[in-house]
Nanobody, 128 residues
């Protein structure tokens, strides 16, 4: 069992930066690949980024590539999402999640169905 708690969301102007954190409970954090998703009002929950168990591999949605960076600290049981050059379309509730593997078949785990544990979410609002 893994419990996840996100923090770091808030209101920021377009072009600004935020750093989200996701703290995990338990001693099994390093056994999971960790991902970030986001959900805007009235829309589906979309994949943002994933990082492997060791942190050696990452994968991003095209919409955030070059602007967002996912990282993790296994000693601190925490995964981060550094978000730079934020745009109004980045406004959403951001969720962290734990998946058993980085890859699902030949591709990184980008579907919500591939993740076993979820946090409660943190709101990010980007004003224009």
């Amino acid at each position: 069992q893994v419990q996840l708690v996100e923090s770091g969301g808030g209101l920021v102007q377009a072009g600004g930066s935020l750093r989200l954190s996701c703290a995990a409970s338990g001693r099994t954090f390093s056994r999971y690949a960790m991902g970030w998703f986001r959900q805007a009002p009235g829309k589906e929950r979309d994949f943002v980024a994933i990082i492997s168990r060791s942190g050696g591999s990452t994968y991003y949605a095209d919409s955030v590539k070059g602007r967002f960076t996912i990282s993790r600290d296994n000693a601190e049981n925490t995964v981060y999402l550094q978000m730079n050059s934020l745009k109004p379309e980045d406004t959403a509730v951001y969720y962290c999640a734990a998946a058993p593997t980085f890859y699902s078949g030949s591709y990184p785990s980008t579907s919500v169905y591939e993740y076993d544990y979820w946090g409660q979410g943190t709101q990010v609002t980007v004003s224009s």
